[in-house]
């Protein structure tokens, strides 16, 4: 725990295997490539064929998309985790309309909720590095965990308790299914029905292939079944260069040695400073401030102030596919999002407000918490004045590449 030091990720490169000497001499995109592949960073191979799903998943299934379990009777998972849109919110809204009457606006953004059965329980790794969780800030420890939390969440599917959750549950289009699958007198038990509805909810997450499909052009590519096109291949070298975007050092982007596909998301947590987003109701008030990891609910890491505005890294997969990014939807497109990393620390006006001339740097945090915003790892290295790690041309060539990790490519 102590190891862990906010903002020196200098661990972080070590950990990753990014050996920065043989990396200097590397210089062609694809050697870096193969350089990177060495790392130790989560990475799995697509399964074979997809199998059935197993019975509780497919109930999982039908509750994932229904409205009749929520308050409004208009809200469910797959509203706001939209199957057709890689699980992800299809708007940009900030953050997503919830609560009786769909007109209650949530704090967070709506996270795109594929590749993460992939994910562990949240654990100080033995560096010290916070690592794993569900949600942006590892509060639940599984899917199942996760997944008790939005139907009572008044500001999601708001639902008034369990019993009532349990009831409508009782009377839904597939209540013989559930009955079938986990009991004929299940409904009797609230505790044990809302229990087994949260289990349905992981493994149908954790089942269908849809969640995980290791489908993108990219995938195609470290299979050897596409190429990627110029621009693609210089974005990529963009991506893994610990000089330029350094991206993959929390978004890993490599093969595992054992031939398995990258998650590009290691599933730790970051400070990034990302600018207070106007357009969340919550921050009308000065005074608030989500601080991420060490203000979960429980307060069970109040005390690692250190800790305060860390965020989890999300996957980059489907990226593409987002119109909103960072845990509070403050940037709009990818472009924004990337010029923010490059130009944080050069051209912070850009990105903060000015207040009597001076720029509000890191303005969605108090300030004493802005030393724990990562400066120390390229591309936020900089200070007002210096060249930006990326050029413009370069953060399109990135794009363009992040764009290559969208489900569905058909060659
Ligand atoms: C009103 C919109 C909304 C609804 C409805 C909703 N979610 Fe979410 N979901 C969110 C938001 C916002 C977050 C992030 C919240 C946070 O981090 O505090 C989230 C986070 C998650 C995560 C964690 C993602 C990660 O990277 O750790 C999972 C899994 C998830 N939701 C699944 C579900 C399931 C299953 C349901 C239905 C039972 C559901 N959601 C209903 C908005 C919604
Ligand atoms: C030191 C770790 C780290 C590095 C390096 C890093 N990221 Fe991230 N990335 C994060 C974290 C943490 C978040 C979430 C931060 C938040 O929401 O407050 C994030 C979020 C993002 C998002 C928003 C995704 C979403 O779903 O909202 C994009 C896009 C992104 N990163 C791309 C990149 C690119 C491209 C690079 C290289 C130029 C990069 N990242 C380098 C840690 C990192």
Redesign the pocket.
Known sequence: MAGWQPGK?RK?STKRGFARASMTNAGAGVLILLLAACGGSPSYEQPAAAPAMSPAAQVGERIFSDTSLSGSRGQACSICHDPANAHAPGNALAAQLGGPNRNLQGVR?A??IRYLRFNTAFFFDSEGTPTGGFF?DGRASSLQVQAAEPFLNPFEMAMPSKAAVVQRLSQATYTTEFRSVFGSNIFADVDLAYDRMTFALAQYQKEDAEFAEFSSKYDAFLRGQATLAAQELRGLAL?NDPNK???A???PSAKGADGSLPLFTDFT??N?G?PRNPDLQANADPTYFDLGLCARPDGSLSTRTDLCGA????S?RN?GL?HT???NGQFKT?KD??TF??QRDTNPEKFYPTVGGVVQKFNDLPPQYHPNV?RT?A?YNRNPGDVPALTDAEIDD?VVF?NTLSDGFVP
Request: glycine share 6%; with cysteine; aromatic share 22%.
């Open positions: 990720w972080r953004q996270p795109g942006w991506f975007g350094n991206c050092a929390c978004h947590y970051d990034l990302v965020f989890k890294v999300p980059l990226v987002r990014f960072f845990h990818l999002a990337l990393y490059v990562n790892e591309p990135l992040l």
